[in-house]
T-cell receptor, first 115, second 113 residues
Framework: DTGVSQDPRHKITKRGQNVTFRCDPI?????LYWYRQTLGQGPEFLTYFQNEAQLEKSRLLSDRFSAERPKGSFSTLEIQRTEQGDSAMYLC?????????????FGPGTRLTVL | AQKVTQAQTEISVVEKEDVTLDCVYE???????LFWYKQPPSGELVFLIR??????QNEISGRYSWNFQKSTSSFNFTITASQVVDSAVYFCALYTGRRALTFGSGTRLQVQP
C-alpha cells in the first residue's frame, strides 16, 4: 500500500493522559499536513510541514499540542493532558510539493476518544 | 478570510436519480483552487477533482460533473444516475496558496436502493 498511513486508527484515553499519533506520508511527498475533524464538520487545519520544517500552525493548535517531522519523512502529533474537547478524528495528508496547488492525499485518520 | 459554505447538510435520493451538491466559496484572492473530496463511511478522504480559478470550463468524468461559476462563487457537483456506492459525505474545499485547505462542513448523501 503506497498511500498515507496513520497509526493507531483508534485511541481511547482518559482525560489528562498524553497521546501520540503517527503519520507516514506517501514516499517522496515533502509536504505533510495535520487536520482535525469533529463530528458533522469538515476537517480543520492544524499544522503543516515542508520536509522537516514546521512552516505554519493554526490557532487551533494549543500549547498542549506538538507536532514533529524529524527527518522529513514520518510525523508525530502529540497531545498532552488530553481534554474531552480533544475528541475528534485527526487526519494526516501529504502532497508532492511540486506546486502550491497539488492535491493533498489523506490518510484514514486516527479517531481519538477522551473519556 | 476564506470560507466555504455547503448549505445542504443531508440529501437523500433513490438510486438512479440525479443529485446536485452545492458549494459556495468566499475569497479575496484572484488565484485559487477548488476541490471536491468524498468521505465514505470508512473515513478516508478521497480526492475527486481540482479546478483552478482561471478555468471555468465545466468538467465531466463518467457520472460526475462539476459546474464552476465565478460570477456566483459557486462550484457545484452533480452525480448522474446515482448509485448506492455514492453514499458518503462530500466536501468542497478551497486552496489559496496559504498552505492549508479550507473545507466546507460537508453534505451527507444517502442513496437508497
Amino acid at each position: 500500500d503506497t498511500g498515507v498511513s496513520q497509526d493507531p486508527r483508534h485511541k481511547i484515553t482518559k482525560r489528562g493522559q498524553n497521546v501520540t499519533f503517527r503519520c507516514d506520508p506517501i514516499s517522496e511527498h515533502n509536504r505533510l499536513y495535520w487536520y482535525r475533524q469533529t463530528l458533522g464538520q469538515g476537517p480543520e487545519f492544524l499544522t503543516y510541514f515542508q520536509n522537516e520544517a514546521q512552516l505554519e500552525k493554526s490557532r487551533l493548535l494549543s500549547d498542549r499540542f506538538s507536532a514533529e517531522r524529524p527527518k522529513g519523512s514520518f510525523s508525530t502529533l502529540e497531545i498532552q493532558r488530553t481534554e474531552q474537547g480533544d475528541s475528534a478524528m485527526y487526519l494526516c495528508a501529504s502532497s508532492p510539493g511540486t506546486s502550491d496547488y497539488n492535491e493533498q492525499f489523506f490518510g484514514p485518520g486516527t479517531r481519538l476518544t477522551v473519556l | 478570510a476564506q470560507k466555504v459554505t455547503q448549505a445542504q447538510t443531508e440529501i437523500s435520493v433513490v438510486e438512479k436519480e440525479d443529485v446536485t451538491l452545492d458549494c459556495v466559496y468566499e475569497t479575496r484572492d484572484t488565484t485559487y483552487y477548488l476541490f471536491w473530496y468524498k468521505q465514505p463511511p470508512s473515513g478516508e478522504l478521497v480526492f475527486l477533482i481540482r479546478r483552478n480559478s482561471f478555468d471555468e470550463q465545466n468538467e465531466i468524468s463518467g457520472r460526475y460533473s462539476w459546474n464552476f461559476q465565478k460570477s456566483t462563487s459557486s462550484f457545484n457537483f452533480t452525480i448522474t444516475a446515482s448509485q448506492v456506492v455514492d453514499s458518503a459525505v462530500y466536501f468542497c474545499a478551497l486552496y489559496t496558496g496559504r498552505r492549508a485547505l479550507t473545507f466546507g462542513s460537508g453534505t451527507r448523501l444517502q442513496v437508497q436502493p
